[in-house]
Nanobody, 113 residues
């Protein structure tokens, strides 16, 4: 059974940075594409970044150039470096693997103007 544990969120000022982590238990995270999602207050959860099995990353237009996905294969951990934060980035951030419908708790990112 897949278990996902996100961490690293917090409250940051405008323009700040954070590195989010997602540890994956119960499955080889690199066997399928991994995704980062976010859910702003009162809105739907949407995908913002992806990393395929071979380590290639892609991004939603809204975060392109500011967010970077990377991974530590030995630790079964995928990361999301987020820079130049604005209030519009305030959301709960989640990771997940292709085809998995179980979600972790997410990690809250709050950006103050």
């Amino acid at each position: 059974q897949v278990r996902l544990v996100e961490s690293g969120g917090g409250s940051v000022p405008l323009g700040g940075s954070l590195t989010l982590s997602c540890v994956v238990y119960g499955v080889d995270p690199w066997s399928k594409t991994m995704h980062w999602f976010r859910q702003p207050p009162g809105k739907a959860r949407t995908v913002i970044a992806n990393m395929d099995r071979w380590g290639s990353a892609s991004y939603a237009e809204s975060v392109q150039g500011r967010f970077t996905v990377f991974r530590d294969s030995d630790k079964n951990t995928i990361y999301l470096q987020i820079n130049s934060l604005s209030p519009e980035d305030t959301a709960v951030y989640y990771c997940n693997q292709d085809g998995n419908n179980q979600w972790g708790p997410g990690t809250q990112v709050t950006v103050s103007a």
